[in-house]
């Protein structure tokens, strides 16, 4: 089955660093990638949809200069937080689709776990 | 606005059954769906439903009524491994961005042996 790598699996850095988080589709094409937050024992909110070769589109609440997303090919897709705070911290999950996906599944990357200090 | 409704906290005891409800109020519909989530790691998929009625998989079915906006996740033989969070979600459009997916607040449900 389809296969979405995500790295790194977890990262603790400093207030006021920047940590940036890939997410791979390893056997398909991925047009679109959606880039999750989970807070614990929260579910998942949508923090935005990212277009190969365009802007990403954030949901509201979401500052997109604080959140930087990249998907710059079609297997490839970054999520950088800029100027990390403590309320950062979180969980951070991708997901890709492809535009002929017809099963029903979304493929999840396995996470990433940000703590900032 | 989307709203998807789903109890916190189920316990249950090994080899029962616990059935999860979900409820939902979307501008559209176009599948819902169920993943398992352990602590820390990425959801699992569980089951899909687009249309009406039951599907089975093994020891995990999954209801649907889209009139009542409403499914269930019915998992049986509960093993001690079951314990996690099921998390219902909807899919409100069509094509690759309606992949985009709403998720409730997840239930958390605890095996006892």
């Known amino acids: 089955g389809a296969v979405v790598s995500q790295h790194p699996s977890w990262v603790i850095c400093k207030s006021g660093t920047s940590v940036k988080i890939e997410c791979r589709s390893l056997d398909f094409q991925a047009t679109t990638m959606f880039w999750y937050r989970q807070f614990p024992k929260q579910s998942l909110m949508l923090m935005a949809t990212?277009?190969?070769?365009?802007?990403?589109?954030?949901e509201q609440g979401v500052e997109k200069d604080k959140f930087l997303i990249n998907h710059a090919s079609l297997t490839l897709s970054t999520l950088t937080v800029t100027s990390a705070h403590p309320e950062d911290s979180s969980f951070y999950i991708c997901?890709?689709?492809?535009?002929?996906?017809?099963?029903?599944?979304?493929?999840f990357g396995s996470g990433t776990q940000l703590s900032v200090l | 606005g989307q709203n998807i409704d789903q109890p916190t906290e189920m316990t249950a005891t090994e080899g029962a059954i616990v059935q999860i409800n979900c409820t939902y109020q979307?501008?559209?519909?176009?599948?819902l769906f169920w993943y398992q989530q352990h602590a820390g790691e990425a959801p699992t998929f569980l089951s899909y439903n687009v249309l009406d009625g039951l599907e089975e998989k093994g020891r995990f079915s999954s209801f649907l009524s889209r009139s009542k906006g409403y499914s269930y996740l019915l998992l049986k033989e509960l093993q001690m491994k079951d314990s996690a969070s099921y998390l219902c979600?909807?899919?409100?459009?069509?094509?690759?961005?309606?992949?985009?997916?709403?998720f409730g607040g997840g239930t958390r449900v605890l095996v006892k042996p």
């Open positions: 990212s277009n190969e070769g365009s802007k990403a589109t954030y």
């Open positions: 997901s890709a689709t492809s535009n002929n996906a017809t099963n029903e599944k979304l493929f």
């Open positions: 979307t501008s559209g519909f176009n599948g």
């Open positions: 979600a909807v899919r409100d459009q069509w094509g690759a961005a309606g992949n985009k997916l709403t």
